[in-house]
């Protein structure tokens, strides 16, 4: 089956994978004012996956996790992220996010949440290199997606000439690099100058995988002129989505009506109380500090937003604001 990778034009740009920011609600909002080359869902535990609906016979219905893997035909080409330390839960959930009809599947290997690195997943992966070929490996034989991993560029330190080789040597469609190393976080700026130093390593070794850069993207321009500079065939952007679902559009947000954005949120609100099962509404803050700032009045709009429990109260907040 030929992969959609190979049809992307470079460069391409991708919506970052985000715990309880890219579900269905948000990517329906975004496929509408402006399409990502790829979408993300929410990264899935594939060792919770299996727990919830081989052990605990959970119907799907119920599951939550198989919320985060709900998504529309709009939303193509679709890569579900799961994460997990053990290649036997990793070929169940491959074959299960082939079975729903994703396009690919894309494993993380660098998300730093404690409980996550506990499992020896996520970042954690960085530690154990051949575990993580294994993976992969697993991942490619268990189904015929394509598979892609997200990662960082080292643990403690930047370690992209050992890191890197060992991804490389498992051939998977993609990397996407997260220009900053575990210790790191998000507390210093992204080294977008170490991407070069990447490309370098991918053309020696395997040229025909994918690198895709992430980190401090502000705008489709900004993004545009990432890949053009550090020469990554794709760019994937993650907070620049926060409040402006128009940016793969190339709108900037400062660039948006507000009536326009508390539109947007408030379709936004009644897209996610369509997800079943049924999310905890409060989930939906994080957007509402997003869309609703820098203007005046924003502060106490802010703040009646915030109380509100349901689509319909945030809705009405809005319309006595307007």
């Not at 919770?48 to 219905?61: F, N, Q, S, V, W």
């Not at 193509?76 to 079975?99: D, G, N, W």
């Not at 957007?287 to 915030?306: Q, T, Y």
Request: glycine share 6%.
């Amino acid at each position: 089956m030929k992969s959609f990778w190979s049809g992307l034009k470079k460069p391409f740009f991708a919506m970052a994978p985000m715990a309880d920011v890219t579900d269905v609600a948000f990517r329906a909002l975004v496929a509408k004012r402006g399409k990502p080359d790829i979408f993300w869902t929410e990264f899935v535990s594939a060792d919770g996956l299996y727990h919830t609906r081989e052990i605990a016979k959970m119907p799907d219905t119920e599951n939550p996790l198989m919320s985060d893997l709900m998504f529309e035909e709009s939303q193509r080409p679709i890569v579900a992220q799961i994460f997990s330390s053990k290649p036997e839960m990793i070929a169940y959930a491959t074959k299960l996010v082939a079975e729903l009809g994703f396009d690919g599947v894309d494993i993380n290997m660098g998300c730093p949440d404690r409980s996550i690195e506990k499992q020896g997943a996520g970042a954690a992966m960085i530690k154990t290199p051949e575990l993580a070929v294994e993976i992969i490996k697993t991942a490619q034989e268990a189904s015929s997606l394509s598979v892609s991993i997200k990662t960082r560029i080292g643990y403690s330190k930047e370690s992209l000439d050992e890191w890197l080789p060992a991804l490389l040597s498992a051939n998977p469609a993609a990397i996407t690099l997260h220009l900053r190393t575990r210790k790191e976080m998000s507390l210093v700026p992204a080294g977008w100058e170490l991407m070069k130093k990447a490309v370098e390593i991918r053309n020696k070794i395997n040229p025909n995988v994918l690198l895709i850069g992430n980190g401090d993207v502000q705008n489709l321009e900004d993004a545009r002129s990432k890949a053009s500079e550090y020469g990554c065939d794709g760019v994937m952007l993650g907070r620049a989505m926060f409040g402006n679902p128009w940016v793969f559009a190339g709108r900037k947000s400062e660039d948006t009506p507000l009536a326009e954005k508390l539109a947007a949120l408030v379709e936004l609100a009644h897209n996610f109380e369509k997800i079943s099962p049924p999310k905890n509404f409060a989930i939906l803050k994080k957007h509402i500090k997003a869309f609703v700032s820098d203007f005046n009045g924003a502060v106490d709009l802010r703040a009646r937003l915030m109380s509100a429990e349901s689509a319909s109260e945030l809705e009405k907040a809005i319309h006595l604001y307007t």
